[in-house]
Nanobody
Framework: QVQLVESGGGSVQAGGALRLSCQVGGPSRSSVNQHGMGWFRQAPGKEREAVVTIGNGGMTTYADSVKGRFTISQDSARYTLYLQMNNLEPEDTAMYYC????????????????????WGRGTQVTVSS
């Protein structure tokens, strides 16, 4: 089993910053160490959308809406995933989820939920204007 736990969400004003973390745990976490990882978000009434994905080679793909403002990173063991979010906008308000792919990815996975099978429960980010 693989368990993902997000943290770091909160309420900020527009222009502010937050850093999200995702801890990869569970007895099978080593089995997904080379898999792709990503951050997704879902606002009320909207579909879940990909924010950024990363492969085990370090390559990343960002959604256009967050390029230049958000940065994904991970610790050397790939058991903690981070999302640094700067210059936040009200449109960034959503529940943020981390996820791990079913398969190994050297390159960054596509910006789609389809390859991802492990999901955390999310952390809420609220940005006020």
């Amino acid at each position: 089993q693989v368990q993902l736990v997000e943290s770091g969400g909160g309420s900020v004003q527009a222009g502010g910053a937050l850093r999200l973390s995702c801890q990869v745990g569970g007895p099978s976490r080593s089995s997904v160490n080379q898999h792709g990882m990503g951050w997704f978000r879902q606002a009320p009434g909207k579909e879940r959308e990909a924010v950024v994905t990363i492969g085990n080679g370090g390559m990343t793909t960002y959604a256009d809406s967050v390029k230049g403002r958000f940065t994904i990173s991970q610790d050397s063991a790939r058991y903690t995933l981070y999302l640094q979010m700067n210059n936040l906008e009200p449109e960034d308000t959503a529940m943020y989820y981390c996820a791990v792919t079913r398969n190994v990815y050297y390159a960054s996975p596509p910006l789609s939920p389809a390859p991802f099978i492990y999901w955390g429960r999310g952390t809420q980010v609220t940005v006020s204007s």
